[in-house]
């Protein structure tokens, strides 16, 4: 079992049936293989909790790696940060509330700026503090969810640069389909270069980033000096054909909790979509939906990991528990540890058979899975 002592001190609980290994020097070589393969400099992308392998944990590992700025999606994720003793520059991704800015120039978090308005509320806020509130430009290049459009920017620059409390001291966009679309991607790329030149050319900005993980791995960087990679932090790839260069950070675990065998015409969890047909020696194993396993896996012939085996999980994925057919391997037995997902069951496996994608499955592991840390 991993080390529960903390958890059990506080909390007058049992130990979980569940939990989530994080290798945080798989996640260190996984950035060093996006900083290799780009060239420049990074922000680690950390938002919704590290993709839910904890916020405060990954940002202490990688506050030594040199990191120009974590990534976050609003301003209690930056505090999270903060309060965990980093100091690493915090960019915030999305488009921020007039309530929040304040806070922002105190502490000299990073926004991207998506209109006018909100560019002269900060400048005013900044110069009530008599600082200048480094931000960047953030252009729509096809994502539809932030920025200015192309065809206004040179005059909204303009209009920026007068505000004299504020740096725009770069410019980001995103890809929408780096791993659907790669022609589209080569013109977003193309147009993010041109939009740069119009603007006073590359030297006019510190920061130029338009790359997510997929963007990274898969296409020539051109004027760009900032990525933001996120999902290949945590040792999956967009792009299948980069796979292999990283290495599994997170590792859901789970024990067996009954093994038992049933008779032939016996159905197994509700709905009674499967029954046996011959006698079955069935493992009850601690782990459901509600630790974030996607119930919708169930009957698509997802598997999972004992004692060096695959072995596929039979009827609905429960609330709690989830029974898996044991019956070639006679040595499961209670209290055997169970790969759900990890090195050995790729996590984007159960994505596929849930029909979503890894981002989700890995933001929706629930709280109650215990993440456990080794360096
Ligand atoms: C989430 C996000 C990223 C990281 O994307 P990955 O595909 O996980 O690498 C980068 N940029 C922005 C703006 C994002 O919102």
């Not at 041109?194 to 004027?223: M, P, Y």
């Not at 898996?324 to 790969?339: C, L």
């Amino acid at each position: 079992m991993p080390s529960l002592g903390a958890v059990n001190e506080i909390l007058p609980v049992s130990p979980p049936r569940a939990w989530a290994e994080i290798d945080l020097g798989a996640l260190k070589r996984n950035l060093a293989v996006a900083r290799e393969a780009f060239g420049g400099e990074l922000m680690a992308v950390v938002k919704a909790g590290a993709y839910g392998h904890g916020l405060e944990e990954i940002a202490k590992a990688l506050a030594s790696e040199e990191i120009a700025f974590f990534g976050v999606a609003n301003v209690g994720e930056a505090r999270r940060i903060r309060n965990a003793g980093v100091g690493t520059r915090i960019y915030l991704l999305g488009a921020t509330w007039s309530e929040e800015r304040e806070e922002i120039v105190a502490r000299d978090w990073t926004p991207c700026i998506s209109s006018i308005e909100e560019a002269e509320q900060f400048n005013r806020l900044a110069a009530a503090r008599g600082v200048r509130l480094k931000v960047h430009l953030a252009v729509d290049t096809g994502m539809g969810r932030g920025g200015f459009v192309a065809e206004h920017l040179p005059e909204k620059l303009a209009q920026l640069e007068r505000m004299e409390n504020l740096e725009v001291e770069g410019i980001g966009s995103h890809l929408p389909s780096a791993d659907e679309d790669e022609e589209f991607t080569l013109r977003q790329f193309a147009q993010f270069h041109a939009i740069i030149r119009d603007l006073g050319g590359e030297s006019r900005f510190r920061w130029r980033h338009l790359s997510n993980s997929a963007g990274l791995l898969g296409f020539d960087q051109g004027c760009c000096n900032l990525s933001r990679p996120g999902l290949m932090l945590y040792g999956v790839s967009p792009l299948p054909g980069f796979q292999e260069k990283l290495g599994t950070v997170m590792s859901l675990k789970s024990r067996v909790t009954l093994v038992r065998t049933l008779p032939a015409g016996h159905g197994v969890s509700y709905g009674r979509q499967f029954v046996t047909t011959q006698p079955t020696r069935v493992a009850t194993v601690g782990i459901g939906y509600g630790d974030g396993y996607p119930r919708h896996v169930s009957g698509k012939g997802a598997d999972v990991w004992i004692r060096g085996r695959r072995l596929p999980i039979l009827g609905r994925i429960t609330m709690d528990q989830m029974m898996v057919d044991v019956t070639g391997a006679g040595d499961v037995a209670e209290g055997d540890e169970v790969e759900i997902f990890g090195s050995n069951i790729p996590v984007a496996e159960i994505a596929e058979k849930a029909e979503t994608i890894v981002w989700e499955i890995f933001t929706g592991i629930t709280p109650r899975v215990m993440r456990c840390y080794k360096a």
